[in-house]
């Protein structure tokens, strides 16, 4: 038989309510799905993986609180390390100068070599006096950048020969005789 326009063919026609009755039931049974085992265990797997994550990210945190502990004992031990070398410094030049001292409180001439002490650094002292009589020839500036260098205090209201005599019993010197 031939189709012509116009007429009509007898065809089927989808039933509507076959197709809705089994779309339920495809919903129906596709909301059972996660009941099947190996996809609950899943389900499963990922929490406990979630919980190794968080787990892992603690252990992190603290790993890096241990860093952050870690470097302020580090750096309280410098410090430590720091202090006992200046200690180490300060008693070598206390040392030096107490050598010094010892040597100089020996002298009774004039012309005898004075032992020159170190600064409070442990430097040379650039123009400590050589001799009694290099002391003698001491300004008030001279005796003063001589007085501060070795760490004393200084009153400008003085008079020079007070901070001579001064320097002189710093140094060993125990003889006031200039």
């Given at each position: 038989?031939?189709?012509?326009?116009?007429?009509?063919l007898h065809?089927?026609?989808?039933?509507?309510?076959?197709?809705?009755?089994h779309?339920?039931g495809l919903?129906?049974?596709?909301?059972?799905?996660?009941?099947?085992?190996f996809?609950?265990?899943g389900?499963q797997?990922?929490?406990l993986?979630?919980?190794?994550?968080?787990?892992?990210n603690?252990?992190?945190?603290?790993?890096n609180?241990l860093?952050?502990?870690?470097?302020?004992l580090?750096?309280g031990?410098?410090?430590?390390?720091?202090g006992?070398?200046?200690?180490?410094?300060?008693?070598?030049?206390?040392?030096?100068?107490n050598?010094?001292?010892?040597?100089?409180?020996s002298?009774?001439r004039?012309?005898?070599?004075?032992?020159?002490?170190v600064?409070?650094?442990?430097?040379?002292?650039?123009?400590f006096?050589?001799?009694?009589?290099?002391?003698?020839?001491?300004?008030?500036?001279?005796?003063?950048?001589?007085?501060?260098?070795?760490?004393?205090?200084?009153d400008?209201a003085e008079?020079v020969?007070?901070?001579?005599?001064?320097?002189?019993?710093?140094?060993?010197?125990?003889?006031?005789?200039?």
């Amino acid at each position: 038989m031939a189709n012509f326009p116009g007429q009509q063919l007898h065809l089927a026609q989808p039933n509507y309510d076959n197709i809705a009755q089994h779309l339920r039931g495809l919903a129906d049974e596709a909301a059972l799905i996660p009941n099947i085992p190996f996809i609950d265990q899943g389900q499963q797997i990922i929490v406990l993986v979630n919980q190794l994550i968080q787990g892992q990210n603690q252990l992190i945190q603290g790993q890096n609180q241990l860093i952050r502990v870690q470097d302020q004992l580090i750096q309280g031990q410098n410090q430590l390390i720091r202090g006992q070398n200046q200690i180490r410094q300060d008693i070598l030049r206390n040392e030096r100068n107490n050598f010094a001292r010892l040597c100089n409180s020996s002298i009774t001439r004039n012309d005898s070599l004075i032992e020159d002490l170190v600064d409070v650094n442990g430097h040379h002292i650039d123009g400590f006096p050589r001799d009694r009589a290099e002391i003698r020839r001491l300004q008030g500036d001279d005796i003063d950048r001589l007085l501060r260098a070795l760490g004393l205090h200084i009153d400008p209201a003085e008079a020079v020969h007070t901070r001579k005599a001064h320097f002189m019993r710093f140094i060993g010197m125990v003889s006031s005789g200039m």
